[in-house]
């Protein structure tokens, strides 16, 4: 799926600040950041839509999102933590409601 | 609130058979219903969706999912299944008044032997 670009595909950090990016070429309105724990469903972090945020608010400010334009996603965490290991799925939507996503390959983080 | 239950968390059967992964819900309203497949290691795939109408509705890899009101259901069912859809299926649920925010349940790891 290259509709949908998510860098890096690995992440192995100690405790460190990083910014994840995704874009997305579908020309979508609304993008996604998902948080999957191992043997975990997706969880929704953060949604963008026409560039207005809805936060998932049990997530940790040290989860910084950010959306430069429609097409672009950034996640920034700072200081990571053990319990942030997963990997991050960035989605994307037309926007409108009852519309698929469109998933990334996503970002795997290893917090050591 | 909005909840989507997978009351298996495991299916295993043989290549050949019927499956049905169950799936319930719980909202006020009537929603809109999503099955997604996720191969290991690879990310989400969507199979098909449920916006009103039809109560059996046909997507992708020859899955079709059968919407009941009167239970709060929405079951993926195939036949006959293939050794190639052994994966986890996740089913989801997007509220019409959730400003597109989409949830999943846990997921029903399927695991289909030749």
């Known amino acids: 799926n290259t509709k949908i670009t998510q860098s890096p595909r690995y992440l192995i950090l100690g405790r460190a600040n990083k910014s994840l990016e995704c874009e997305q070429h579908l020309g979508h309105n609304a993008m996604y950041w998902y948080k999957q724990s191992a043997e975990k469903p997706p969880e929704l972090m953060f949604l963008?839509?026409?560039?207005?945020?809805?936060r998932n608010e049990t997530v940790p400010s040290r989860f910084i999102p950010e959306c430069p334009d429609s097409s672009k996603l950034l996640l920034h965490i700072s200081a990571v933590d053990p319990e942030d290991s997963a990997v991050y799925f960035c989605?994307?939507?037309?926007?409108?409601?009852?519309?698929?996503?469109?998933f990334g390959h996503g970002t795997k983080l290893s917090v050591l | 609130a909005q909840s989507v239950d997978q009351p298996d968390a495991h299916v295993t059967l043989s290549e050949g058979a019927s499956l049905e992964l169950r799936c319930s819900y719980s909202?006020?309203?009537?929603?809109?219903l999503f099955w997604y497949v996720q191969y290991p290691g690879q990310s989400l795939q969507f199979l098909l969706k449920y916006i009103t109408g039809d109560t059996v509705v046909k997507g992708t890899k020859g899955f079709e999912a059968e919407f009941r009101k009167s239970n709060s259901s929405f079951n993926l069912k195939k036949s006959p299944a293939h050794w190639s859809d052994s994966a986890k299926y996740f089913c989801a649920l997007e509220g019409r008044d959730s400003n597109n925010r989409i949830f999943f349940g846990d997921g029903t790891q399927l695991v289909v032997k030749p």
């Open positions: 963008y839509n026409l560039k207005q945020l809805i």
């Open positions: 909202y006020s309203a009537a929603p809109y």
């Open positions: 989605a994307s939507s037309s926007g409108t409601i009852n519309e698929r996503l469109f």
